[in-house]
Protein backbone atom coordinates (compact mmCIF):
# COMPACT_ATOMS: atom_id res chain seq x y z
CA UNK A 1 0.00 0.00 0.00
CA UNK A 2 1.30 3.88 -1.14
CA UNK A 3 0.67 6.75 0.56
CA UNK A 4 -0.82 9.53 -2.00
CA UNK A 5 -0.98 12.91 -1.80
CA UNK A 6 -3.11 14.31 -4.37
CA UNK A 7 -2.76 18.11 -5.47
CA UNK A 8 -6.11 19.39 -7.30
CA UNK A 9 -7.33 16.74 -5.36
CA UNK A 10 -11.26 17.91 -5.81
CA UNK A 11 -10.68 18.28 -9.25
CA UNK A 12 -12.21 16.01 -11.92
CA UNK A 13 -8.98 13.83 -12.22
CA UNK A 14 -8.48 13.59 -8.83
CA UNK A 15 -11.41 12.75 -7.49
CA UNK A 16 -11.43 9.71 -10.02
CA UNK A 17 -7.97 8.83 -8.96
CA UNK A 18 -9.10 9.25 -5.72
CA UNK A 19 -11.53 6.51 -6.03
CA UNK A 20 -9.53 4.37 -7.54
CA UNK A 21 -6.34 4.20 -5.14
CA UNK A 22 -8.83 3.84 -2.17
CA UNK A 23 -10.68 1.29 -4.27
CA UNK A 24 -7.02 -0.30 -4.20
CA UNK A 25 -6.46 0.34 -0.48
CA UNK A 26 -3.81 2.87 -1.26
CA UNK A 27 -3.99 5.69 1.52
CA UNK A 28 -4.71 8.71 -0.24
CA UNK A 29 -4.39 12.69 1.08
CA UNK A 30 -6.45 15.58 -1.44
CA UNK A 31 -5.71 18.59 -0.92
CA UNK A 32 -8.83 20.82 -1.36
CA UNK A 33 -10.02 24.48 -1.63
CA UNK A 34 -13.72 24.55 -0.96
CA UNK A 35 -15.60 24.27 1.91
CA UNK A 36 -18.37 21.92 -0.13
CA UNK A 37 -15.42 19.44 -1.76
CA UNK A 38 -14.97 18.25 1.88
CA UNK A 39 -17.28 15.66 1.86
CA UNK A 40 -16.97 14.70 -1.92
CA UNK A 41 -13.81 13.91 -1.58
CA UNK A 42 -14.64 12.08 1.43
CA UNK A 43 -17.37 9.65 -0.50
CA UNK A 44 -14.08 9.06 -3.48
CA UNK A 45 -12.08 7.53 -0.42
CA UNK A 46 -9.72 10.16 0.18
CA UNK A 47 -8.92 12.06 3.65
CA UNK A 48 -9.38 15.54 3.05
CA UNK A 49 -6.73 18.20 3.43
CA UNK A 50 -7.68 21.80 3.57
CA UNK A 51 -5.39 24.72 1.77
CA UNK A 52 -4.70 26.48 -1.20
CA UNK A 53 -2.56 26.15 -3.61
CA UNK A 54 -1.69 29.86 -4.18
CA UNK A 55 -1.92 30.71 -0.05
CA UNK A 56 0.33 27.75 0.30
CA UNK A 57 4.07 28.32 0.39
CA UNK A 58 6.25 25.03 0.21
CA UNK A 59 7.11 24.88 3.38
CA UNK A 60 3.06 24.89 4.66
CA UNK A 61 2.30 22.55 1.61
CA UNK A 62 5.91 19.98 2.64
CA UNK A 63 4.23 19.85 6.24
CA UNK A 64 0.47 18.32 4.34
CA UNK A 65 3.03 16.07 2.44
CA UNK A 66 5.44 14.72 5.22
CA UNK A 67 5.10 10.97 5.05
CA UNK A 68 3.75 10.23 1.77
CA UNK A 69 5.31 8.46 -1.02
CA UNK A 70 4.07 9.26 -3.96
CA UNK A 71 2.79 12.95 -4.91
CA UNK A 72 0.60 13.62 -7.87
CA UNK A 73 0.08 17.10 -9.09
CA UNK A 74 -3.64 17.34 -11.05
CA UNK A 75 -4.17 20.88 -10.24
CA UNK A 76 -5.24 23.49 -13.19
CA UNK A 77 -6.65 26.19 -13.14
CA UNK A 78 -8.62 24.73 -16.86
CA UNK A 79 -8.66 28.24 -17.97
CA UNK A 80 -10.86 29.98 -15.13
CA UNK A 81 -9.61 32.99 -13.51
CA UNK A 82 -7.27 34.44 -17.09
CA UNK A 83 -3.68 34.45 -17.16
CA UNK A 84 -2.51 35.48 -13.38
CA UNK A 85 -4.78 32.01 -12.66
CA UNK A 86 -3.10 30.18 -14.89
CA UNK A 87 0.40 31.39 -13.72
CA UNK A 88 -0.21 30.88 -10.43
CA UNK A 89 -1.70 27.58 -10.35
CA UNK A 90 -0.39 25.79 -13.30
CA UNK A 91 2.91 27.87 -13.30
CA UNK A 92 3.96 28.86 -9.97
CA UNK A 93 1.59 26.19 -7.81
CA UNK A 94 3.64 23.27 -9.92
CA UNK A 95 7.48 24.97 -8.75
CA UNK A 96 5.98 25.12 -4.91
CA UNK A 97 4.43 22.02 -4.96
CA UNK A 98 8.15 20.63 -6.41
CA UNK A 99 10.10 22.46 -3.20
CA UNK A 100 7.78 20.94 -0.84
CA UNK A 101 7.96 17.52 -1.77
CA UNK A 102 11.99 18.11 -1.84
CA UNK A 103 11.33 19.80 1.73
CA UNK A 104 8.98 17.02 2.93
CA UNK A 105 11.35 13.83 1.49
CA UNK A 106 9.22 12.48 -0.99
CA UNK A 107 10.86 11.78 -4.17
CA UNK A 108 8.44 10.05 -6.94
CA UNK A 109 6.29 13.19 -8.19
CA UNK A 110 3.95 12.72 -11.04
CA UNK A 111 2.31 15.73 -12.91
CA UNK A 112 -0.63 16.04 -16.20
CA UNK A 113 0.26 18.37 -18.41
CA UNK A 114 -0.82 18.81 -21.69
CA UNK A 115 -0.44 17.42 -24.77
CA UNK A 116 1.60 19.80 -27.00
CA UNK A 117 -0.24 18.87 -30.16
CA UNK A 118 -3.44 21.05 -28.23
CA UNK A 119 -5.58 22.40 -30.93
CA UNK A 120 -2.65 23.28 -33.09
CA UNK A 121 -3.92 24.62 -36.44
CA UNK A 122 -6.92 25.88 -34.98
CA UNK A 123 -7.52 29.83 -33.70
CA UNK A 124 -6.94 30.08 -30.00
CA UNK A 125 -6.93 32.97 -27.62
CA UNK A 126 -4.05 34.29 -25.95
CA UNK A 127 -4.91 33.30 -22.90
CA UNK A 128 -4.54 29.14 -24.40
CA UNK A 129 -0.96 30.38 -25.69
CA UNK A 130 -0.30 31.08 -22.54
CA UNK A 131 -1.53 28.47 -20.88
CA UNK A 132 0.30 25.90 -23.14
CA UNK A 133 3.21 28.03 -22.45
CA UNK A 134 2.88 27.83 -18.69
CA UNK A 135 2.52 24.15 -18.63
CA UNK A 136 5.04 22.99 -20.82
CA UNK A 137 7.85 25.77 -18.34
CA UNK A 138 6.25 23.45 -15.40
CA UNK A 139 7.58 20.37 -17.44
CA UNK A 140 10.65 21.70 -17.66
CA UNK A 141 10.49 23.14 -14.24
CA UNK A 142 10.59 19.31 -12.74
CA UNK A 143 12.50 18.05 -15.12
CA UNK A 144 15.25 19.62 -14.13
CA UNK A 145 14.50 19.19 -10.07
CA UNK A 146 15.72 16.00 -8.24
CA UNK A 147 12.71 14.22 -7.96
CA UNK A 148 11.79 10.99 -9.51
CA UNK A 149 9.22 12.51 -12.16
CA UNK A 150 6.72 11.64 -14.32
CA UNK A 151 4.87 13.78 -16.58
CA UNK A 152 1.62 12.20 -18.24
CA UNK A 153 0.14 14.36 -21.29
CA UNK A 154 -3.45 13.48 -22.03
CA UNK A 155 -4.86 14.53 -25.29
CA UNK A 156 -7.96 16.14 -25.58
CA UNK A 157 -10.24 15.62 -22.02
CA UNK A 158 -13.72 13.59 -22.49
CA UNK A 159 -16.46 12.64 -20.17
CA UNK A 160 -17.67 10.06 -21.94
CA UNK A 161 -16.54 6.27 -19.76
CA UNK A 162 -13.16 5.10 -19.45
CA UNK A 163 -13.01 1.91 -21.89
CA UNK A 164 -9.58 0.88 -20.19
CA UNK A 165 -8.01 1.04 -23.15
CA UNK A 166 -5.59 3.89 -24.16
CA UNK A 167 -2.06 4.43 -26.16
CA UNK A 168 0.59 5.41 -24.30
CA UNK A 169 3.91 6.47 -25.53
CA UNK A 170 6.70 8.93 -26.11
CA UNK A 171 5.44 10.21 -28.54
CA UNK A 172 2.31 9.68 -30.22
CA UNK A 173 -0.46 11.71 -32.78
CA UNK A 174 -2.91 13.59 -30.66
CA UNK A 175 -6.35 12.64 -30.10
CA UNK A 176 -9.05 12.17 -27.35
CA UNK A 177 -9.12 10.36 -24.03
CA UNK A 178 -11.44 9.48 -20.85
CA UNK A 179 -10.78 11.30 -17.90
CA UNK A 180 -11.62 7.74 -15.87
CA UNK A 181 -8.66 6.23 -18.39
CA UNK A 182 -6.17 9.36 -17.36
CA UNK A 183 -7.29 8.18 -13.78
CA UNK A 184 -6.52 4.79 -14.37
CA UNK A 185 -3.31 5.54 -16.22
CA UNK A 186 -2.30 7.51 -13.58
CA UNK A 187 -2.99 4.67 -11.24
CA UNK A 188 -1.13 2.31 -12.49
CA UNK A 189 1.98 4.42 -13.25
CA UNK A 190 1.63 4.54 -9.11
CA UNK A 191 1.69 1.01 -9.01
CA UNK A 192 4.73 0.47 -11.44
CA UNK A 193 7.54 2.52 -9.93
CA UNK A 194 9.89 1.51 -12.84
CA UNK A 195 8.04 4.37 -14.79
CA UNK A 196 10.49 6.64 -14.04
CA UNK A 197 11.59 10.35 -15.54
CA UNK A 198 9.57 9.99 -18.57
CA UNK A 199 7.26 12.35 -20.37
CA UNK A 200 4.16 10.20 -21.33
CA UNK A 201 1.81 11.01 -23.91
CA UNK A 202 -1.71 9.70 -23.59
CA UNK A 203 -4.72 8.89 -26.26
CA UNK A 204 -7.62 6.48 -26.70
CA UNK A 205 -6.28 3.37 -27.97
CA UNK A 206 -6.85 -0.54 -28.07
CA UNK A 207 -4.52 -1.93 -25.21
CA UNK A 208 -5.88 -2.16 -21.84
CA UNK A 209 -3.65 0.68 -19.32
CA UNK A 210 -1.87 -2.06 -17.24
CA UNK A 211 -0.51 -3.30 -20.26
CA UNK A 212 0.45 0.00 -21.77
CA UNK A 213 2.28 1.20 -18.70
CA UNK A 214 4.00 -2.04 -18.85
CA UNK A 215 5.25 -1.84 -21.83
CA UNK A 216 6.66 2.10 -20.69
CA UNK A 217 8.30 0.55 -17.62
CA UNK A 218 10.00 -2.35 -19.79
CA UNK A 219 11.71 0.25 -22.27
Known amino acids: MSRIFIIGGAGQIGRRLSKILSGKDHSVRALYRKPEQEDLLRKMGAEPVSGSLTELDATSLAAHMKGSDVVVFTAGAGGKGGLEMTNAIDGEGLKTAVAAALQ ?100 AGDVPVREAVQKIAER
Not at 112 to 129: K, M, Q
Open 104 to 203: AGVSRFLLVSAFPEALRGERVSDTFENYMRVKKMADVALVQSELDWVILRPGTLRDQNGTGLIRAGLAIPYGEVPRDDVAATLAEIIEQPAVSRVIIELT
